[in-house]
Antibody
Framework: QVTLKESGPALVKPTQTLTLTCTFS??????????VSWIRQPPGKALEWLAR???????FYNASLKTRLTISKDTSKNQVVLTLTNLDPADTATYYC????????????WGQGTLVTVSS | EIVLTQSPGTLSLSPGERATLSCRAS???????LAWYQHRPGQAPRLLIY???SRATGIPDRFSGSGSGTDFTLTISSLEPEDFAVYYC??????????FGQGTKLEIK
């Protein structure tokens, strides 16, 4: 059974750095073609893909946020970590982690998401 | 960037009725790599359809997808109470490699 769960702070201040952890089970990022992404959804807005990390440690970022994002993995802990620097109130959103299917094209399992509010 | 526009924004129907949700792309979706998700409040989003018309594992056959190029449709043949949720389409291929529509809320009439 594949599960993913996001964790991190609910409230952060502008200009700070956000660190979110995705803890998953039911698969391993050591396995060929396993990939995990982060996606966010600001209140009332569309889902936005942020970043992806692959089994071979390849990393991909949304170009519009690339300078502020870092994705990494700890395969021994079955975790993927996302950091987002220089936070702005516009970064207020529900942040989801999701496994990407073996095709690489869609997200076959998602976490429930964690709401992060950026406010002073 | 491919922009996905979903319509209608809200669809009000009754259980047993047929639902037709639309997803239109600003330009052709690569190899029809178009997926649909269901999102119920407080739950994780669920993959329904991938590659335009393939049902994901465990998805009932009342859900079907169709389309090509820039116009795609999710059809729910006969609505069950648990089908009332928000539905998103998603494309793969154009930078950014993944983008989503803004969602259609399917509500009980």
């Amino acid at each position: 059974q594949v599960t993913l769960k996001e964790s991190g702070p609910a409230l952060v201040k502008p200009t700070q750095t956000l660190t979110l952890t995705c803890t998953f089970s039911g698969f391993s990022l050591r396995t060929n073609k396993m990939r995990v992404s982060w996606i966010r959804q600001p209140p009332g807005k569309a889902l936005e893909w942020l970043a992806r990390i692959d089994w071979d440690d390849d990393k991909f970022y949304n170009a519009s946020l690339k300078t502020r994002l870092t994705i990494s993995k700890d395969t021994s802990k079955n975790q993927v970590v996302l950091t987002l620097t220089n936070l702005d109130p516009a970064d207020t959103a529900t942040y989801y982690c999701a496994r990407i299917s073996v095709t690489g094209r869609e997200f076959d399992f998602w976490g429930q998401g964690t709401l992060v509010t950026v406010s002073s | 960037e491919i922009v996905l526009t979903q319509s209608p924004g809200t669809l009000s129907l009754s259980p047993g009725e047929r639902a037709t949700l639309s997803c239109r792309a600003s330009r052709s979706v690569s190899s029809n790599y178009l997926a649909w998700y269901q999102h119920r409040p407080g739950q994780a989003p669920r993959l329904l359809i991938y590659d335009t018309s393939s049902r994901a594992t465990g998805i009932p056959d009342r859900f079907s997808g169709s389309g090509s190029g820039t116009d795609f449709t999710l059809t729910i043949s006969s609505l069950e109470p648990e089908d009332f949720a928000v539905y998103y389409c998603q494309q793969y291929g154009s930078s950014p490699p993944y983008s989503f529509g803004q969602g259609t809320k399917l509500e009980i009439k």
